[in-house]
């Protein structure tokens, strides 16, 4: 009988038992078992160059001619299957939806990649000290540094980003995005305390004056990251909070706060640090309504580097910020992110489609901040780096929980070798922004901040 078959172990490998020296087809069941996009994620990360998607199921967990064997190891994992069956279609079969849109993502990521590198202009080979070949492709490898910070520890939080910093120096980073306000802090990380300004609505129990913590333009922080900069001759996002005194139309002198970003980098000096500068154009309005003012446009915002033109923004600017950013022929834009949310399904699974459904045509090496203990809300981790058209190209591995502090290391082609997929689609991202709630928030309340 089946149930006697299963018990005696007389149809070859279960779960427990796979060939030690192909793991990864098991880890994969087991991802598709358990319906987990992340999981599917993590293990085709892993093993992108063994994993043949378009591959029958009873060829790559057993032998064309014996079915029976294939048949009780997946039912080892709870799986259905049907002979001539690939993985996608068992996984469709099995109802394991979220498996199943990962499988059909990174089959569309790997056509992607085959196109873009067929509509690669192929470069004289060369050894230059700024970047790498592989392929006849100029490439430079970029680091996204998902760390966590606490609100108000400036000095803590310098020093643990400064050896961030250094560890993906060492491995070779030349570009190195950090998360959102890294420097000062965004939330505590129990989401329980806030930046607040007096007379500003609050949404938090908690709420700490950004005043004494927040720095001027060329403040202590932004110094001292260029110094780094210099010394390892790399190019860092320095997000932090930003202060700066203005007057009202009837002259009463406030001080206006920020959600900021300096870029660092070799060619930085003591007297002009920032090499780019930005202030996020739409603040999250849940949490920022309480402190920030909205920044006006990316006319300092652009930078470039040896390895392409680079652009600057935060978090919840990615629903808006693109059409800003469309003729300015942008190589990547670096994007410093403190989320609140299913990451799961934003990172690797939405904001991809989206970028694609849009042909975003430039990168987007977004950092994500970290916890330093598992906590109860979604939102850290996943940090994730896009290739043109929204292609997944390296999602954060967190061996230890979710969210957790890890560095994302991936080697991109520069702008000379980069794809060409032709420029944003304006109509259809100005669809998304006006679909997105709370895009709108700062011209609605001009008078609130």
């Known amino acids: 009988s089946l149930a006697r078959a299963d018990s005696c172990n007389m149809f070859g490998p279960t779960k427990r038992d796979g060939p030690a020296d192909r793991p990864w087809e098991y880890h994969m069941l087991d991802a598709v078992a358990k319906d987990s996009w992340r999981l599917v994620q993590l293990v085709a990360g892993e093993h992108q160059?063994?994993?043949?998607?378009?591959?029958?199921?009873?060829?790559?967990?057993?032998?064309?001619?014996?079915?029976?064997?294939?048949?009780?190891?997946?039912?080892?994992?709870?799986?259905?299957?049907?002979?001539?069956?690939?993985?996608?279609?068992?996984?469709?079969?099995?109802?394991?939806?979220?498996?199943?849109?990962?499988?059909?993502?990174?089959?569309?990521?790997?056509?992607?990649?085959?196109?873009?590198?067929?509509?690669?202009?192929?470069?004289?080979?060369?050894?230059?000290?700024?970047?790498?070949?592989?392929?006849?492709?100029?490439?430079v490898r970029v680091a996204l540094v998902q760390s966590p910070s606490d609100i108000g520890a400036v000095a803590r939080n310098l020093a643990g980003l400064k050896k961030h910093i250094q560890s993906a120096a060492q491995q070779g980073a030349k570009v190195i995005v950090l998360p959102e306000t890294s420097v000062t802090g965004y939330l505590s990380q129990d989401l329980q305390t806030n930046w607040g300004v007096d007379g500003r609505p609050q949404s938090f129990p908690k709420s700490i004056d950004p005043c004494e913590f927040a720095e001027t333009r060329i403040g202590n922080s932004v110094l001292r990251m260029a110094a780094l900069a210099r010394e390892l001759r790399v190019y860092v996002t320095v997000p932090y909070l930003e202060k700066e005194h203005d007057r009202t139309p009837n002259g009463l002198q406030i001080?206006?706060?920020?959600?900021?970003?300096?870029?660092?980098?070799?060619?930085?000096?003591?007297?002009?640090?920032?090499?780019?500068?930005?202030?996020?154009?739409?603040?999250?309005?849940?949490?920022?309504?309480?402190?920030?003012?909205?920044?006006?446009?990316?006319?300092?915002?652009?930078?470039?580097?040896?390895?392409?033109?680079?652009?600057?923004?935060?978090?919840?600017?990615?629903?808006?910020?693109?059409?800003?950013?469309?003729?300015?022929?942008?190589?990547?834009?670096?994007?410093?992110?403190?989320?609140?949310?299913?990451?799961?399904?934003?990172?690797?699974?939405?904001?991809?489609?989206?970028?694609?459904?849009?042909?975003?045509?430039?990168?987007?090496?977004?950092?994500?901040?970290?916890?330093?203990?598992?906590?109860?809300?979604?939102?850290?981790?996943?940090?994730?780096?896009?290739?043109?058209?929204?292609?997944?190209?390296?999602?954060?591995?967190?061996?230890?929980?979710?969210?957790?502090?890890?560095?994302?290391?991936?080697?991109?082609?520069?702008?000379?070798?980069?794809?060409?997929?032709?420029?944003?689609?304006?109509?259809?991202y100005s669809q998304w922004t006006a679909e997105q709630p709370g895009t709108n928030y700062w011209e609605e309340n001009y008078d609130k901040w």
């Open 255 to 428: 001080t206006r706060f920020y959600n900021s970003v300096a870029l660092v980098g070799p060619e930085s000096t003591k007297d002009n640090p920032a090499l780019a500068h930005y202030r996020k154009n739409c603040p999250w309005p849940h949490p920022e309504k309480s402190w920030a003012s909205p920044g006006a446009g990316v006319q300092e915002s652009t930078y470039d580097t040896p390895y392409g033109k680079v652009g600057l923004a935060v978090c919840f600017d990615i629903h808006s910020i693109l059409a800003k950013y469309d003729g300015h022929n942008l190589w990547a834009l670096l994007y410093p992110i403190a989320w609140v949310g299913d990451t799961d399904r934003w990172f690797a699974s939405e904001l991809p489609d989206r970028l694609q459904h849009v042909n975003c045509p430039h990168y987007i090496l977004g950092a994500n901040w970290a916890t330093t203990a598992p906590q109860t809300w979604e939102g850290a981790g996943g940090s994730t780096a896009y290739g043109p058209g929204g292609t997944v190209l390296a999602h954060a591995m967190e061996p230890r929980f979710r969210g957790c502090a890890t560095t994302v290391i991936v080697d991109i082609p520069t702008q000379h070798s980069m794809a060409c997929l032709g420029s944003l689609d304006l109509h259809r």
């Open 49 to 139: 160059q063994e994993i043949k998607w378009e591959e029958r199921v009873s060829d790559t967990y057993g032998r064309a001619d014996d079915e029976t064997q294939v048949y009780y190891l997946l039912r080892s994992f709870g799986l259905k299957w049907q002979v001539g069956d690939t993985l996608l279609d068992t996984a469709k079969l099995n109802g394991k939806t979220q498996a199943a849109h990962a499988i059909e993502r990174l089959q569309q990521q790997q056509e992607q990649q085959q196109q873009q590198q067929q509509l690669q202009n192929p470069l004289p080979c060369q050894i230059i000290e700024t970047g790498r070949r592989i392929c006849n492709i100029e490439t």
